[in-house]
């Protein structure tokens, strides 16, 4: 047996045992799991690697910006999957807002391995995806190999909702302030004032939240617009209304994973804070700052992170 045909067999045993499926082919997909056609597109398969499932954020987002901008990177050297959630950009919905829970979606997760029929797959959650892809590490510890975090969320803690008042109020003009002292004088909750000052800023706040560099939200929004994508706002809705009854903050210390998280130093969304709760308790962390972004430093500074990214799956 020749060195080249020694060489060839040992490869494709070694992407066996870590769970690379070679027969994954390029293209768009609508796919039914859980009675859901799903929206999926898989790129970049010749490279043979671990297929690399990129969780989109929102809740009810779409990857449309990422599949444009940052996605065609990743693929050069690593097999991307993109899957768009159930009731999510080119995803069909369910029919009651009681199936948008996050059971829903890791069963969801759990028929989209199952379609792949990959043993090993790595993780790409950005925003509440990486609030979504620590759900599917901690329900499917064996088949999930490395998770990347960009702007993780923590939904269902106060301390996001207060990191979130505290970067709207650090953009908006005077009158948004002006309502928020009112809400202040009125003794709301912390609840009621999130949900009423998101019900009164305009889209300039939104991008000044969002973004530290306004050209770059200029473009995400005319992507957004370009799309024809719309978030109903009904997975939120499911989410908030019926919180899971084990809080993911309490069990990100199960989640063995070796993960990476990616934050922009201005992140006025989700912040510093939430990415340093979550770094502290998983088990296998490390935490990469972004010195020029803030929500999404896959935009903001795109060759930097598509090159963290692939460094750390590579290692």
């Known amino acids: 047996m020749t060195f080249k045909i020694l060489h060839f067999y040992f490869l494709h045993l070694i992407k066996l045992k870590v769970g ?114 620590l759900e599917f590490a901690y329900a499917f510890k064996d088949e999930i190999n490395k998770v990347v975090l960009s702007a993780p969320s923590l939904l269902e803690t106060d301390i996001q909702k207060m990191v979130q008042i505290a970067g709207i109020l650090s953009v908006a003009d005077e009158t948004v302030y002006s309502i928020f002292k009112s809400f202040q004088d009125k003794g709301l909750t912390v609840d009621e004032t999130y949900n009423k000052l998101w019900d ?65 130093i201005f992140d006025r969304n989700t912040g510093l804070s939430i990415s340093k709760i979550i770094h502290s308790k998983l088990k296998c962390s490390q935490w990469e700052l972004f010195n020029k972004s803030a929500h999404f430093p896959d935009l903001e500074e795109t060759n930097k992170f598509v090159n963290s990214v692939i460094n750390f799956l590579d290692t």
């Open 20 to 133: 690379i499926d070679m027969s994954i082919v390029d293209g768009e997909y609508k796919i039914a799991i859980n009675g859901i056609n799903h929206w999926i597109k898989i790129d970049g398969a010749n490279n043979n690697t671990i297929p690399l499932i990129l969780v989109h954020g929102g809740p009810g987002g779409n990857h449309y910006s990422f599949e444009r901008i940052v996605g065609p990177l990743l693929s050069k050297s690593r097999t991307i999957v993109y899957y768009e959630q159930r009731g999510c950009g080119r995803s069909d919905a369910p029919s009651s807002l009681s199936e948008y829970t996050i059971d829903y979606l890791v069963e969801d997760f759990k028929g989209l391995l199952k379609w792949l029929g990959t043993r090993k797959v790595d993780l790409l959650g950005y925003s509440f995806g990486g609030e979504l892809a």
């Open 200 to 264: 009164v800023i305009d889209s300039r706040t939104v991008d000044l939240l969002l973004f530290e560099n306004q050209e770059i939200a200029q473009l995400n929004r005319n992507l957004w617009e370009e799309s024809k994508l719309i978030n109903s706002g009904l997975m939120l809705e499911a989410l908030t209304t019926n919180p899971s009854p084990s809080p993911l903050i309490h069990r990100l210390k199960e989640i063995p994973n070796q993960t990476l998280l990616i934050t922009g």
